[in-house]
């Protein structure tokens, strides 16, 4: 694993050797080494850290739309769930808001961050989407561990692998769950975890641009670009356009 640590990149542009630091909670807990120190040290007249573009990432555009991470950003794998489970909500003949809730419901995961995914991932999308959209993202995070035999939802069995037999979610995940399963919006959320389930099929590819219409209905992209909008949220966009900046 040393190797992806401090990883490091010539740039063409001023010939700098850019050292990336990984992100501090990457490495707590992990017994990874701490390499902070030791790239201090590395830092001199022709090695500096990484700000600005990666040359080893796709270049984004100057405004960024919300197409543009799925392509040059987020994971293979995120990219591909998303996009499936956007689908079987799509052919299953759902609401568009449920189709753009399965679009978007693991978008921290997929270039920003895993941990609580669910309240990530509302925060990046709640200037741009309908409030109920958010919340089902957000709340499908606590859905996802309890079952609803009305539409057929059972505890997934990749949980059981992921976590083990007797992992049992922690209070606030199950306060949480308690809370959404009186709300209005409740099967919006519902449905998310439900078109989850079917949506890891490594065979089958999805074109993003089929949703270009349901995204331009109920998404609103900012003019300036995902990122560059001054809204709350922008420097979420911005982590990842450029998540190895040090700063
Ligand atoms: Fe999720
Ligand atoms: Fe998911």
Same mark, same amino acid.
Request: charged share 25%; with cysteine; net charge negative.
């Given at each position: 694993?040393?190797?992806?640590?401090?990883?490091?990149?010539?740039?063409?542009? /001023? /010939?700098?050797?850019? !050292?990336?630091? #990984?992100?501090?909670?990457?490495?707590? /807990?992990?017994?990874?080494?701490?390499?902070?120190?030791?790239?201090?040290?590395? !830092?001199?007249?022709?090695?500096?850290?990484?700000?600005?573009? $990666?040359?080893?990432?796709?270049?984004? #555009?100057?405004?960024?739309?919300?197409?543009?991470?799925?392509?040059?950003?987020?994971?293979?794998?995120?990219?591909?769930?998303?996009?499936?489970?956007?689908?079987?909500?799509?052919?299953? %003949?759902?609401?568009?808001?449920?189709?753009?809730?399965?679009?978007?419901?693991?978008?921290?995961?997929?270039?920003?961050?895993?941990?609580?995914? %669910?309240?990530? %991932?509302?925060?990046?999308?709640?200037?741009?989407?309908?409030?109920?959209?958010?919340?089902?993202?957000?709340?499908?995070?606590?859905?996802?561990?309890?079952?609803?035999?009305?539409?057929?939802?059972?505890?997934?069995?990749?949980?059981?692998?992921?976590?083990?037999?007797?992992?049992? #979610?922690? &209070?606030?995940?199950?306060?949480?769950?308690?809370?959404?399963?009186?709300?209005?919006?409740?099967?919006?959320?519902?449905?998310?975890? !439900?078109?989850?389930?079917?949506?890891?099929?490594? $065979?089958?590819?999805? &074109?993003?641009?089929?949703?270009?219409?349901?995204? %331009?209905?109920?998404?609103?992209?900012?003019?300036?670009?995902?990122?560059? &909008? /001054?809204? #709350?949220?922008?420097?979420?966009?911005?982590?990842?356009?450029?998540?190895? $900046?040090?700063?």
């Amino acid at each position: 694993m040393d190797e992806v640590l401090g990883s490091e990149y010539a740039t063409p542009k /001023g /010939g700098y050797r850019r !050292l990336i630091l #990984p992100q501090p909670m990457s490495l707590l /807990g992990t017994g990874l080494p701490d390499v902070e120190t030791e790239l201090m040290a590395q !830092l001199g007249p022709d090695t500096v850290f990484m700000m600005g573009d $990666n040359p080893a990432l796709s270049p984004m #555009p100057e405004k960024p739309k919300l197409l543009d991470f799925f392509r040059r950003r987020f994971t293979p794998f995120t990219r591909a769930h998303l996009l499936q489970s956007a689908m079987v909500a799509l052919k299953s %003949g759902m609401e568009e808001k449920v189709v753009l809730a399965c679009l978007l419901h693991d978008i921290a995961n997929g270039a920003l961050i895993r941990v609580d995914h %669910g309240y990530w %991932g509302a925060q990046l999308i709640e200037p741009y989407v309908s409030e109920e959209v958010s919340w089902a993202v957000r709340h499908h995070q606590a859905l996802r561990f309890f079952a609803d035999e009305s539409v057929g939802y059972k505890y997934p069995d990749a949980y059981i692998k992921f976590f083990g037999p007797e992992y049992e #979610p922690e &209070d606030y995940v199950k306060r949480a769950y308690e809370t959404a399963r009186q709300h209005r919006w409740y099967m919006t959320s519902r449905l998310i975890t !439900l078109n989850d389930l079917y949506s890891f099929d490594p $065979n089958v590819t999805v &074109d993003p641009e089929q949703f270009t219409d349901v995204i %331009g209905r109920h998404f609103r992209q900012p003019k300036e670009g995902l990122g560059f &909008d /001054g809204s #709350p949220v922008a420097h979420m966009w911005r982590t990842m356009i450029w998540p190895n $900046n040090l700063l």
